[in-house]
């Protein structure tokens, strides 16, 4: 980042701070509910974007986020209510993302299917096999995840019910955007992996093997949006039920975009846009507007658009040179 | 004799229906250069691949330090001390120098990548092989022959013993690739071997201490610059005695027919890529533009042929002005386009020889009658192309990706010649083709000179300028740094150009 960009980026935050603090002087429990259900909407996207991001940065293209999540999801929920373990289910639902991760990578890396469709084949099928195994009967017998206050960070006001009281998969989400982060930039692997989705031929000659690396990624990536669809079924509603991913699989993409295909930028690109849809939940909590829900519920998509079209105009990173192409030896 | 740092001992290597390697058998020593020479398909590449663990020889085996290998993969050639620079280069261009030269091979410190450590060996290494580099500026901002230094470090810093340089000169001005035969004489010097592929014979007999020449896959001579000459050596790779200059009469420019005033165009980025060039082609004359590639040639050959827009200036072709316009309106004006990349832009590879050879005017008669094609007139007309170009093919009606790469460019020629024309725009006509068809269409491009058009060459390789023109324009970054009479012209003074350096600067 260069340095008239960082300053602009402090400038920023401090006005965002100061807007915050005025809003929460003049309406203390609303601000906070807000901000509270800002991060708990991003965390999802944050998932999903660093699931998105491992996958492109070695050169494959991930639009199947959205069935991870859902067929994760459902997989978390059905083995928490039948072992009465959220940590059962969680493991579950992280086994199910890896294995589907791994069916990509099957698909678009080994037998070298064209990657969009192959990420839509994983969409296709996780709204089918859950929608036909759908169980309305089954219950969460042993409830969701619950907050854990961390000490007494959690007393702060404002941001310590935002920040310092949460369920634990959030917590384990910020704790993972700081190891990928680490991982992608710093470490022998994160290299090798923007190698390949740099310039795949430059890596082979220097003896990395490409497929298997990328075989690798789109796996393990798998295993992040697992782990979101636990957070969906098990720490962020507490129950399954038909398509509850609701896109937000693909708003991951647009989040990871934005957010420059880095863990930091996508985390604060996902606090935007879980900014717009805990304000759309507010709105029609408290019914704000006297127009149709249905209208008040496009908020966060609307934004989506904007921010998509705007951020190229803006002129934002430009793509790994390899994305999306399968690498022939040679 | 001293040791054998790498070899081949007959090795042969098929792929479907070629033999591209026939028992072919060489032996570099340490300390010196091997100059590996042949035309394209000679087998050059695959003899190379193998050398470097890419591909398996069918028979024979490869040695390296006296040591009979069998080579699992290029990490295994790399492990075993031998180190390769593409032609295309092999670097990841948004990363920096030290990544790209550590890349696979990386410092480690408690699991991170040690950048600090790395950055230490490259200065280390670049100051002991006199290779001046800056360890964090990006690859993508580095000139060429840079990012070329880059690949060398890149192989030494694996401790290489053996540097394989594919076609290294390709890129560069004469002056940078007088500068790297230094480098790589200087290398040689601490006990290095180096293999340098080329098909320049100049550099060859400038640099190398042994020579091999392949031919349809097989070792036709071995020999030492002091025992050949640029004839004895063309001769061996061509196997028949060529003419390397062509005979050419004076030119008798006429008309102006191209004229360019001020023209700027930008590239696919949006880049300035040519900034307001004007010059001149007159009838009966061959303008030829030499530059290093990337410097505004493609831009100017696609402008001028109504492939790319003009973002600034004027175009005159005869008497007519154009600040843009279709390609069809173009080449109506009697514009022939011979384009740098025939697969691309010149031939439709499913399409047959038939359907090629009228590419340019299928819609009009007598090729075409109220909308449908006739196809015994195309049949006709493609087979006299056929003939008249001495296209190798077995018949016209197989699809132009079966031809080879010359038969290909004698189709286009062909096509683009069988009308008549004012003016020929020629963009590297010959590249990657054998001698007997550059021989050819250098012939036929002084024919069509001297039958009064007018012709812009484009050429990456300065002995083809040289050759066949009768101005020399010379393109640095977007500029036209001078017009030259080719009698004034010498390689050290258009190498200059291409450099972007003029007499003023250089005096300065």
Redesign the interface.
């Known amino acids: 980042m260069k340095l008239h960009q960082k300053r602009l980026l402090y400038a920023g935050l401090i006005v965002l701070l100061v807007v915050i603090w005025i809003f929460y002087a003049a309406n203390g429990p609303q601000t906070t509910a807000v901000l509270a259900g800002t991060v708990r909407a991003a965390t999802l996207l944050a998932l999903g974007a660093m699931c998105g991001m491992i996958g492109e940065r070695s050169g494959v293209v991930n639009i199947g986020i959205e069935g991870q999540f859902l067929l994760s999801a459902f997989a978390a929920f059905t083995v928490a209510s039948m072992t009465s373990s959220l940590f059962l289910g969680t493991i579950a639902g992280i086994g199910m993302g890896l294995l589907m991760g791994w069916m990509l990578a099957a698909m678009a890396v080994g037998l070298k299917v064209d990657q969009i469709i192959a990420g839509t084949v994983l969409n296709i099928a996780a709204l089918g096999l859950t929608s036909f195994f759908y169980d309305r009967s089954r219950s969460l017998g042993v409830g969701k995840y619950t907050n854990i206050d961390l000490g007494p960070l959690a007393d702060i006001p404002l941001v310590g019910t935002v920040l310092f009281s949460r369920p634990p998969l959030t917590y384990l989400t910020m704790a993972l955007l700081i190891v990928v982060h680490?991982a992608l930039f710093?470490?022998?692997w994160g290299?090798?992996t923007?190698?390949i989705g740099?310039?795949p031929?430059?890596?082979?000659?220097?003896?990395?093997d490409v497929l298997r690396l990328r075989y690798f990624n789109v796996t393990i990536a798998g295993g992040l949006a697992g782990l979101g669809g636990a957070y969906l079924a098990l720490e962020a509603v507490g129950t399954f039920s038909r398509a509850m991913s609701g896109g937000r699989g693909f708003l991951a993409l647009a989040v990871m975009i934005f957010g420059r295909r880095t863990p930091f930028g996508a985390y604060a690109a996902a606090l935007f846009f879980g900014f717009t849809t805990a304000l759309q939940n507010q709105f029609q909590l408290n019914n704000t507007f006297d127009i149709p829900p249905q209208f008040v519920g496009m908020l966060p998509f609307i934004v989506t658009i904007l921010v998509v079209a705007l951020s190229g105009l803006i002129g934002s990173m430009r793509d790994p040179?390899a994305l999306g192409q399968t690498y022939e030896?040679? | 004799m001293s040791e054998i740092l790498l070899g081949a001992h007959d090795v042969s290597k098929r792929f479907p229906g070629v033999l591209a390697n026939n028992q072919v058998s060489l032996q570099l020593e340490r300390g010196r250069i091997l100059a590996l020479l042949g035309e394209n398909g000679a087998g050059k590449s695959t003899l190379v691949?193998i050398l470097f663990g890419?591909y398996r020889p069918d028979e024979g085996h490869v040695i390296i330090k006296g040591e009979r290998v069998d080579l699992r993969?290029?990490?295994d050639a790399?492990s075993r001390g031998i180190g390769?620079v593409?032609q295309h280069?092999?670097?990841?261009?948004?990363?920096r120098v030290v990544?790209?030269i550590v890349?696979?091979?990386?410092p480690?410190l408690r699991?991170?990548?040690d950048l600090g450590e790395a950055r230490r060996r490259v200065i280390e290494l670049s100051r002991r092989y006199g290779l001046e580099i800056d360890p964090d500026a990006v690859v993508e901002d580095l000139p060429v022959g840079m990012q070329q230094r880059v690949e060398i470090l890149?192989a030494l810093y694996r401790n290489a013993d053996v540097l394989i340089m594919d076609e290294p000169t390709g890129v560069l001005t004469p002056q940078e690739a007088d500068h790297l035969l230094g480098v790589l004489r200087e290398l040689t010097q601490t006990g290095l071997g180096v293999v340098f592929i080329t098909h320049k014979l100049r550099e060859v007999l400038a640099v190398a201490d042994d020579i091999v020449v392949l031919r349809n896959g097989e070792v036709v001579g071995q020999t030492t610059p002091a025992e050949t000459s640029e004839n004895g050596l063309a001769e061996m790779m061509v196997g028949r005695s060529v003419m390397l200059r062509v005979d050419k009469s004076v030119a008798e420019p006429g008309d102006v027919v191209l004229e360019l005033e001020k023209l700027s165009v930008e590239d696919d980025r949006g880049q300035i890529a040519l900034n307001e060039v004007s010059f001149e082609v007159r009838e009966g004359e061959i303008l030829g533009v030499a530059g290093v590639e990337g410097n505004g040639q493609r831009e100017l050959v696609e402008a001028i042929t109504g492939l790319r827009g003009l973002s600034s200036g004027l175009m005159k072709i005869g008497s007519d002005e154009f600040t843009s316009g279709s390609t069809r309106q173009i080449a109506e004006k009697g514009v022939a386009h011979i384009p740098e990349d025939r697969e691309k832009h010149g031939l439709i590879g499913v399409y047959s020889l038939e359907e090629n050879s009228v590419l340019n005017r299928y819609h009009r008669k007598p090729f075409s009658l109220r909308g449908f094609l006739r196809r015994d007139v195309i049949k006709r007309h493609a087979e006299g192309v056929v003939d008249e170009f001495d296209v190798r093919t077995p018949s016209t009606s197989v699809p132009a990706s079966s031809l080879s790469g010359g038969n290909k460019q004698k189709l286009i020629v062909g096509r683009e010649f069988s009308d008549d024309i004012d003016l020929l725009v020629a963009a590297q006509p010959t590249r990657g083709i054998d001698i007997g068809a550059i021989e050819f269409i250098h012939r036929r491009i002084l024919d069509q000179r001297d039958k009064g058009t007018a012709v812009l060459l484009v050429s990456a390789e300065l002995d083809e300028i040289l050759g066949l023109s009768d101005r020399i324009a010379v393109l640095y970054d977007g500029e036209l740094m001078d017009v030259l009479d080719a009698e004034d012209s010498n390689r050290e003074k258009i190498g200059l150009l291409m450099a972007g350096i003029t007499d003023s600067k250089s005096s300065a």
């Open positions: 680490v710093r470490s022998v290299m090798r923007r190698a740099e310039h031929g430059a890596a082979d000659t220097v003896g990395i040179a030896k040679g | 691949n890419m993969g290029p990490d790399i390769m593409h280069f092999q670097l990841v261009p948004p990363m990544e790209n890349l696979g091979a990386e480690v699991g991170l990548v890149k």
